[in-house]
């Protein structure tokens, strides 16, 4: 009787034993639940006996598969964080602003990453947007006319002339994309006249020989045209104003009446009028 009653009772706590331990859910310690596969790290097991249980790899994965991880892939007997491309997890792109990393997975984190040159971080912090254009003062938002610079349009944080979108202002003519200040002929401000030595500035035509040059036998003077002083002394000298004709026939018979008679006399006058007042 007292055999049987013994072995009625080791009987009971073994089967106790095996209850408790069929319904121990103790966790591991990263927090995975008893037969779970961890996520993290990926590919591990939680098992082990009653109160000591532990986290065991998979090394076969046929349980614990590295994809139930997301952004992980397997390597061997391992699980390895995926890349993307050339760019290692949790790592920013350095060529694709603000890019990171994640999963496999390229995704914004410009608070992270930073953003391209051009660009700042938008309020939302994980995208980048423009920087606005400055208009003399005046912030320009992306894709917005301008205020003071009339036909331009903010473009990729740059301010570019865009007069079919952003009309001219008045007194302002449109060429192309360009709002330009246009003189009476049609000479645009800046350029030269065909018709020199005009050149349109501020909307006038003004002299500008010194930088548009002559018509064909004038010469520059300053911003004005003269005559040719070449062509003025075609047909006379500084004294005599004798004809070139003339000119070689006196040439050819030796000196003229004017280089023997008048010129000497001319100096000597000059002399003594000078000695005269210096006397004075």
Known sequence: MRMSLLALVCAMIVLCAGVAHAIDTTPCA?????GKCSVNPPGFLCTGSPGSHALVQDTTHTIC????????????????????????????????KPKLCVNGALVDNATRCGCPSGKRIAANGLSCEFIPCNDSGISVLEGQCAVKSS??????????????????????????????????????DGACSAAKPKKCVNGYLIDGADTCGCPEGKSAVGKQCTDSILGALGDADMLGGLSSGNQTGQAASGASPLSCCCLPTALIALAFGFVFVRKK
Do not use: F, M, R
């Open 30 to 34: 990263d927090g995975t639940q008893y």
């Open 151 to 188: 036909g331009k349009k903010c473009s990729n944080g740059v301010l570019v002339d865009s007069a079919s979108t952003c009309p001219c202002k008045s007194g302002l003519t449109k060429v192309g994309e360009k709002c330009v200040l246009l003189c009476s002929d049609g000479t645009q």
């Open 65 to 96: 598969k590295c994809s139930d991880a997301p952004g992980y892939v397997e390597s061997g007997t391992d699980c390895v964080a995926a890349k993307c491309g050339n760019v290692d997890t949790n790592t920013c792109d350095p060529n694709n």
